[in-house]
């Protein structure tokens, strides 16, 4: 039997509500709630705007609908900025013209997917590598929408016991390490040089840095003096949180899709 898919909303925040998109006789994948964000949150692209254009699987299908879109003619005039280099490549190869925050400094909406979104609309970005091009890139956003399926959403950052990514520069990258788990000891904190695989090939970002992999067995508390005393650490390039940042965050479940906006 088809059951329908039905809007779910959270109440006074909730606006934008998306009509009845499919019906479904059997669960929906991740994958396939992640496409649901993305073509809802593409509908706030219009043309002639400058859009930022993440990285990651959910961001992906932004991506693809934008490009199927332009193609289609429904979309015009559009600017792409690409927050990572495989993005770019996605975007090159969907038929997105593209530029960069150098030549387009003022981005109308970007749209991106996270981690970790907590009930404030904080985030934890960058478990694809590429959160210091998102966070500059999306800082210059007058438009952030964020795009996950409901496994994102969590009761406070760190809770889902997933990395909290830190990017920072090579070179003594252990003297690093150690500073983060001290600075978060009271949390718990591990941290753990990103690799490719478990051959052990060290990760480096589209930077040419490193990445540290936080993860925590309590909460860190205040996510601004977390943030703050983070980037305190010479050796720090930028992490993975993104305080008050997001406008807009989409989500979609099982029960529908949820459009939150910052109030
Ligand atoms: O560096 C990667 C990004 O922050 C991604 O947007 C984030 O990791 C979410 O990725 P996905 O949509 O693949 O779950």
């Known amino acids: 039997m088809a059951i329908a898919y039905n ?12 009509k009845p998109i499919m019906t479904t006789s059997s669960p929906l994948s991740q994958d396939e709630l992640k496409k649901i964000a993305a073509y809802k949150a593409v509908e706030f692209v219009e043309s002639g705007m400058v859009v930022g254009l ?10 693809d609908r934008i490009g199927e879109l332009l193609q289609q003619g429904v979309l015009t005039n559009i600017v792409g900025i690409p927050t990572s280099l495989k993005t770019q490549e996605h975007a090159c190869a969907c038929n997105i013209p593209l530029s960069d925050i150098e030549t ?20 934890v970005k960058g478990r694809g590598g590429a959160l210091l091009r998102e966070k500059m ?13 409901e ?24 003297f690093t390490l150690g500073k983060l788990e001290l600075l978060f000891e009271e949390a718990g904190c591990v941290g ?30 205040d996510l601004r003096i977390a943030s703050d ?24 479940g099982e029960q529908g899709v949820t459009v939150k906006n910052k109030s």
């Open 54 to 63: 993440g990285t990651g699987s959910t961001a992906k299908h932004a991506v």
């Open 151 to 174: 496994s994102k959403v969590v009761e406070y950052i760190g809770r889902s016991g997933l990395a909290m990514p830190v990017e920072i520069v090579p070179f003594c990258w252990k």
């Open 229 to 252: 005393a983070i980037l305190r650490i010479p050796g720090v390039v930028d992490h993975g949180l993104f305080i008050d940042m997001a406008t807009t965050v989409i989500v979609a």
């Open 137 to 149: 890139i999306e800082i210059a956003s007058k438009q952030f929408v964020v795009i996950v399926d």
């Open 7 to 18: 809007p779910h909303l959270i109440p006074s925040e909730t606006t934008n509500v998306p």
């Open 104 to 123: 387009h400094p003022v981005i109308d909406l970007a749209i991106d997917g996270a981690d970790e979104v907590d009930p404030d609309m904080n985030l």
């Open 192 to 221: 753990k040089l990103r690799t490719y695989d478990e051959n052990g090939e060290i990760f480096v970002t589209d930077n040419k840095n490193y990445t540290i992999d936080l993860y925590f067995k309590k909460s860190i508390g």
